[in-house]
């Protein structure tokens, strides 16, 4: 396993425009998140995955996106109608919860640029 | 993040120890971590310490919670230039949520 991919590494966008991004965790890992992290700032959580439920969703995470992970495997985030706000850098972490195993293991990132 | 704070900066010369402050505010906290990121890179995890613990060595890495003040720190001993980066503080509650500070950027001068 190489760890937690992301795909694709950088996005350009015009405004109003459909994004989707993928991410491929950790194969054994059951546990997915999404955060977004802006310049200068730390992750902010945006939802997370237990297997194939999503769980949890910040109020950061408004109707225009909407994550997805169909079989418990990989999964998808989209961001419908992009604005420039939406503008940052996309990081999807797995880990493996109630094994004995701590931390998350983050991918490179997508980052977004919505023009 | 907001319940995480560190300091944004900090700048040591090679060879100097570092030492990152982080303070959280959740009392639940069971572990903390400290995160690594490069430029353009994802967080990479460095250690993490479980809430009943004082210190924790880790080669050139020292970590120290004090969990009546909620205050971590992280200890880079030697730092080398290779350690300039962002190294960002995170609290895990008991639901395995975690979140992170704003994170402090070390400068090593030569």
């Known amino acids: 396993d190489t760890g937690v991919s992301q795909d694709p590494r950088h996005k350009i966008t015009k405004r109003g425009q459909n994004v989707t991004f993928r991410c491929d965790p950790i194969s054994e890992h059951n546990r997915l998140y999404w955060y977004r992290q802006t310049l200068g700032q730390g992750p902010e959580f945006l939802t997370y995955f237990q297997n194939e439920a999503q769980l949890e969703k910040s109020r950061l995470l408004s109707d225009r996106f909407s994550a997805e992970r169909p079989k418990g495997s990989f999964s998808t985030l989209e961001i419908q109608r992009t604005e420039q706000g939406d503008s940052a850098m996309y990081l999807c972490a797995s880990s493996l919860v109630g094994q004995g195993t701590y931390g998350y293991t983050f991918g490179s990132g997508t980052r977004l640029t919505v023009v | 993040g907001e319940d995480v704070e560190q300091s944004l900066f900090l700048s040591v010369r090679e060879g100097d120890s570092s030492v990152i402050n982080c303070t959280y505010t959740?009392?639940?906290?069971?572990?903390l971590y400290w995160y690594k990121q490069e430029p353009g890179a994802g967080l990479q995890l460095l250690t993490y310490?479980?809430?009943?613990?004082d210190m924790k060595q880790d080669q050139r890495l020292t970590v120290l919670l004090n969990k009546k003040d909620k205050h971590l720190s992280l200890r880079i001993a030697d730092t080398q230039t290779g350690d300039s980066a962002i190294y960002f503080c995170?609290?895990?509650?008991?639901?395995?949520?975690?979140?992170f500070g704003a994170g402090t950027r070390l400068t090593v001068k030569p």
């Open positions: 995170a609290e895990e509650s008991d639901n395995n949520d975690m979140r």
């Open positions: 310490i479980f809430s009943n613990m």
């Open positions: 959740d009392s639940s906290s069971t572990y």
